[in-house]
């Protein structure tokens, strides 16, 4: 797997608001929706608070390719659902540290939030 560039890592942990297009699922046109990015220093997270109902993490899993837009830079990637709760839990302390107290993380052995289920792992792919 290959590591995202340092200045995408550094834009993740400045931008507080991000972009990112995805492609419908049965039209190919381009959506693009903002949300949060945050970083463990190697890897890139972002998530769909409303769960998987969304519009746009049902495009971003079919078509398996999307555009993240991170201020000036432009990142093409593609989605790894997080699966592992304790990973889709780690995520939400990432979320809380940068976002506040107000994001929550799901207890061991409870059911995942509906953020933690629709939560991405970014994999940088070639533009």
């Given at each position: 797997m290959s590591a995202f560039r340092n200045e995408?890592?550094?834009?993740?942990?400045?931008?507080?608001?991000v972009k990112l297009t995805t492609y419908g699922r049965k039209t190919g046109k381009p959506y693009d929706v903002t949300i949060w990015v945050v970083t463990d220093g190697t890897r890139l997270y972002i998530r769909s608070g409303e769960g998987l109902r969304r519009q746009w993490p049902q495009?971003?899993?079919?078509?398996?390719?999307?555009?993240?837009?991170?201020?000036?830079?432009?990142?093409?990637?593609?989605?790894?659902?997080?699966?592992?709760?304790?990973?889709?839990?780690a995520s939400s302390n990432l979320y809380r540290e940068k976002y506040g107290q107000f994001v929550r993380a799901s207890e061991?052995?409870?059911?995942?939030?509906?953020?933690?289920?629709a939560s991405f792992d970014l994999i940088p792919s070639p533009l």
């Open positions: 995408v890592i550094e834009a993740a942990k400045r931008e507080r608001e495009n971003f899993i079919a078509r398996g390719e999307g555009v993240l837009h991170l201020g000036k830079l432009d990142v093409k990637v593609k989605p790894r659902l997080v699966t592992d709760p304790d990973e889709a839990r061991p052995g409870k059911p995942l939030t509906l953020g933690e289920q």
